[in-house]
């Protein structure tokens, strides 16, 4: 069984989804379950709102997931584990405050040594915190991690090792006796019987001091699989906080699901991004061994050209199914090669339709127009282009580009654009000689 358990403290991002994308691929290929485990535990942040958001972009990315639950109606569960560890040993208190804690870690990298917690609070005799808690300051409990050296074969990484000493103890539970991500996922992986975590590789010094904790309790260590972590092309930070790279942008811009789920399934692999993938092309393609342990970078070109390739090659049928905007089949064959997203169909309406058309572009050629204007099929079909232009070519003498970019100007406002002879036969003729005399 496999899981992905955003916190909904804002909406998904591309790296989110790519985490989402590859959990449920490899679950789907393994003949494994899927689940949705919503970590709101932190109640300052987590909002019912990102909840259903968060489920709305899985939806629309095509993941299914077999059952969910949330973290905060298991609260009970993880107290009564925190209390057995405390009894075990396992859990102590330590009484330092964040800016005391911040201080250490300034001393220790000014004097070279690693940033690690000095458990100072172990040695606490029993007076030190009578006179802490009499003075009302509340402790946050660590867990003492033994000195076994900690080893696991990771699914992208390989062979990982972390030695004695190289980890702080970390906090499981906060001073105001909430408990923290690295306890609760533990609990939760145990209990819904979890056997591989795929995330990414900023999880690493998190999954060592994880794999201790499943030790203490008794429970089945899963098999981990590190994504390295993506960035923009630029190095910015995906982040909820920053809603940059959200999912929300990326439906905004009417982007193709399938589009997205092909190049997040297959950065970092050996496999190009030259065709759009299903789901089910998708699974069949998944190998963990494709991927490689070296950073990636998400670039929005190859998502948008990977999109513009999926529009272009749409039938009228299926076209009509995703925009609103009424148009015929007729104009949907000139200008679909000629269109990056689906917002481009609306320019094009405006352009070919829209009688208070303005042409910003001025057409020197007084004497091209005018022969244009009088030399206007009366019925226009996907003949007329050619029949035109010869005729204005034989009574103005004008040929070649300096015949033709002057009219496709004129009539559009644009220096490029679809094949005119599919173009000419969707303007009213009274228009096409309305632009003509501007």
């Known amino acids: 069984m496999l899981r992905f358990a955003p916190s909904p403290t804002g909406r998904l991002h591309v790296g989110n989804a790519r985490v989402a994308i590859l959990n449920y691929l490899f679950a789907k290929k393994n003949k494994l379950k899927f689940i949705l485990r919503i970590d709101d535990t932190d109640k300052n942040r987590s909002k019912e709102s990102f909840i259903k958001l968060i489920q709305e972009d899985l939806k629309w990315l095509g993941i299914q997931y077999d059952s969910t639950f949330n973290q905060s109606n298991r609260m009970k569960k993880y107290y009564e584990i925190c209390e057995i560890l405390k009894k075990k040993g396992k859990l102590y208190p330590c009484y330092e405050t964040p800016e005391e804690l911040e201080l250490k870690r300034k001393i220790q990298l000014k004097t070279g040594k690693p940033p690690i917690y000095d458990r100072s609070s172990l040695k606490l005799s029993k007076k030190d915190i009578f006179e802490y808690d009499r003075l009302g300051r509340k402790p946050h409990w660590r867990l003492l991690l033994d000195d076994d050296p900690i080893h696991w074969v990771d699914l992208i990484h390989k062979d990982i090792n972390f030695e004695k000493l190289s980890i702080s103890d970390p906090v499981l539970v906060r001073s105001d006796n909430t408990p923290l991500f690295t306890i609760t996922s533990v609990v939760d992986d145990i209990d819904f019987n979890i056997s591989h975590i795929l995330r990414g590789d900023d999880h690493l010094t998190n999954t060592a001091a994880q794999i201790k904790l499943f030790k203490y309790l008794g429970g089945n260590i899963p098999n981990f699989g590190h994504l390295p972590l993506m960035k923009s092309f630029s190095g910015a930070e995906m982040s909820k906080r920053s809603n940059t790279f959200s999912l929300k942008e990326i439906r905004e811009k009417k982007i193709n699901p399938d589009a997205l789920n092909t190049v997040l399934s297959l950065l970092g692999t050996k496999f190009s991004t030259d065709e759009i993938l299903s789901i089910d092309e998708l699974i069949d393609k998944l190998d963990l061994e494709n991927f490689s342990s070296a950073p990636i970078k998400f670039n929005y070109e190859d998502l948008y050209r990977l999109n513009s390739k999926f529009i272009k090659e749409l039938s009228y049928t299926k076209i009509k199914k995703i925009v609103k905007y009424d148009f015929s089949s007729s104009f949907w064959e000139a200008i679909k090669s000629n269109i990056e997203n689906i917002d481009d169909i609306d320019v094009w309406l405006d352009i070919i339709y829209n009688e208070n058309f303005s042409n910003i572009k001025s057409i020197k050629d007084e004497k091209l127009l005018e022969v244009a204007q009088f030399s206007l099929p009366d019925e226009i079909d996907h003949n007329s282009w050619k029949k035109w232009t010869d005729l204005i070519k034989d009574k103005s003498g004008i040929k070649g580009k300096n015949l033709f ?26 228009e096409i000689i309305r632009r003509l005399k501007k």
């Open 405 to 430: 970019m002057p009219l496709r100007i004129a009539l559009t406002g644009l220096e490029n654009g679809p094949e005119m002879k599919l173009v000419l036969p969707l303007m009213k003729r009274e």
